[in-house]
């Protein structure tokens, strides 16, 4: 089959997308009955795009240890002597997997965000929440799909790092399973999350869309982005690959 982007084909392009749906739809379920049954919160249109699509359970969860697995099978393929050689050294593979990482990152969110705001539209009874607005919609998802996706693609940066560090497939694997499961997944640990920054209550989402706290968030998730892409470049760098 043709490869399509950085060497992956559509065949596992069309699995993943599919993982990642299936996932979206199951947390957004599990999100939307916290809300109605556990917090009595009226759920409205506008909580698609800025609430559910968000929930750390996706954001820090599910996304993260999907495509972390599948980088961990695309990555573990270009180790090799013949494609280091091809590529003239490990520079240029780090290269294609931060930018790898990137893509899938922001690919994810956008999907979530779409799927979430579909869910909401079906769910709201008709209420759109348009009051919750209070600034530019467009500036606000711009805003959001950035913040939302350095986040994720932060976890998988750090990630990758310890794939280099490990240079072995599965304890990566299970720290990053460990991670988005405590911080992302059980429910029990939001107020421990929050501490780390992730978003936990309903206001917090819409603040960080229409205030100027939002432009604070990403400029420091850039800066720990980078700083991790320049560990990342340290790690390999220090290594043997060309023998």
Do not use: W
């Amino acid at each position: 089959m043709r490869k399509t982007f950085l060497g992956i084909t559509l065949k596992k392009l069309i699995m993943v997308a599919c993982f990642l749906v299936i996932t979206i739809i199951v947390s957004n379920a599990m999100t939307i009955r916290q809300f109605q049954h556990v917090d009595d919160v009226i759920l409205t249109g506008m909580d698609g795009p800025f609430v559910l699509a968000e929930s750390r359970m996706i954001t820090i969860g599910f996304i993260p240890m999907i495509l972390g697995t599948f980088y961990e099978i695309i990555f573990s393929t270009r180790t090799s002597n013949n494609i280091l050689i091809r590529n003239s050294g490990r520079k240029e593979i780090v290269y294609r997997e931060l930018l790898g990482i990137i893509v899938g990152s922001v690919a994810a969110f956008i999907l979530s965000m779409i799927i979430s705001s579909a869910i909401a539209a079906v769910k709201c009874d008709g209420n759109s929440g348009l009051y919750k607005l209070s600034g530019n919609i467009v500036v606000a998802i711009l805003k959001v799909v950035v913040i939302n996706s350095l986040e994720i693609s932060i976890v998988l940066t750090f990630f990758d790092i310890l794939r280099n560090v490990f240079a072995k497939n599965l304890p990566p694997i299970i720290i990053l399973y460990a991670f988005c499961a405590v911080f992302g997944v059980y429910p029990r640990t939001s107020k421990m999350s929050a501490v780390f920054g992730v978003k936990v209550e309903a206001s917090s989402y819409y603040r960080e869309a229409f205030s100027v706290f939002g432009v604070k968030v990403m400029i420091a998730a850039i800066i720990i982005e980078l700083v991790l892409a320049g560990m990342l470049m340290m790690i390999v760098r220090r290594k043997d690959y060309l023998r």
